[in-house]
């Protein structure tokens, strides 16, 4: 699980490094306002959005924690309908090579959260999805949400490579738990079956593959 976790040196994003990289939306002026936010948070500035934009996180989920290390985790304070929009990823900056706190959003593209959805842990039967390319954090698309329901996402559906590949204990079950979380580049198709994949790592995935069995046909 991947709590407590501490916000390393990145470099500030621009605007226009989230607008190309990051945001994948059609209008140009919600983009720019939306990378504006991310970039420089603050309140007065946040309040030029809508709240379905820059949802205020305290409202719809709470971090919760226990005695000793990594032992946060975030719940739910809503209910709402598989395969809808829970929040906003917003206040983000760009920061280098992948950290065990980093969120991957690209192929070479790793983002530092600052938020309380940092505390959204890995689960092999997760009640959130990330989805990266849009900045957005959704509910699962196979159950609702409830109140009270641990916030959960895929490591793998975000991760290539993860800088602290760690043992699982999310008690999804035997066939569903990986046992073992580490990237989707260590997984394989077959494990990755069933969840919903962010398009960078799908594209990675098919260079892998690729590449796997063009090595196939020269060996002798």
């Known amino acids: ?9 990145t470099q500030t994003c621009r605007a226009s490094e989230v607008t190309s990289a990051i945001l994948n939306l059609t209008d140009p002026p919600t983009t720019q306002a939306m990378a504006d936010v991310a970039c420089s948070p603050s309140p007065e500035r946040a309040d030029v959005l809508p709240a379905r934009i820059n949802p205020d996180l305290n409202r719809i989920m709470v971090v919760r924690a226990a005695e000793g290390s990594f032992r946060s985790w975030a719940e739910s304070l809503v209910d709402l309908p598989a395969g809808s929009l829970f929040a906003r990823i917003t206040g983000v900056t760009v920061g280098g090579p992948a ?3 980093s969120v991957q959003a690209g192929r070479d593209l790793h983002v530092e959260l600052h938020s309380n959805l940092l505390y959204i842990n890995h689960s092999c039967a997760p009640t959130l999805e990330f989805d990266m390319e849009r900045m957005e954090v959704r509910v699962a698309h ?3 949400l409830r109140k009270g329901d641990v916030l ?3 490591y793998p559906s975000t991760e290539w490579t993860m800088a602290q590949p760690f043992e ?3 008690g999804a079950g035997e066939g569903k738990c990986l046992g073992r979380v580490e990237g989707a580049a260590k997984l394989g198709s077959e494990k990755l079956r069933g969840h919903r994949l962010n398009r960078h790592i799908r594209e990675m995935l098919k260079v892998s593959q690729n590449r796997g069995h063009l090595l196939s046909h020269q060996r002798p």
């Open 1 to 9: 699980m991947r709590t407590e976790r501490r916000t390393p040196s």
């Open 99 to 101: 950290t065990y706190s």
């Open 142 to 144: 196979g159950r609702d």
């Open 152 to 154: 959960t996402f895929f």
């Open 168 to 170: 699982c204990w999310c």
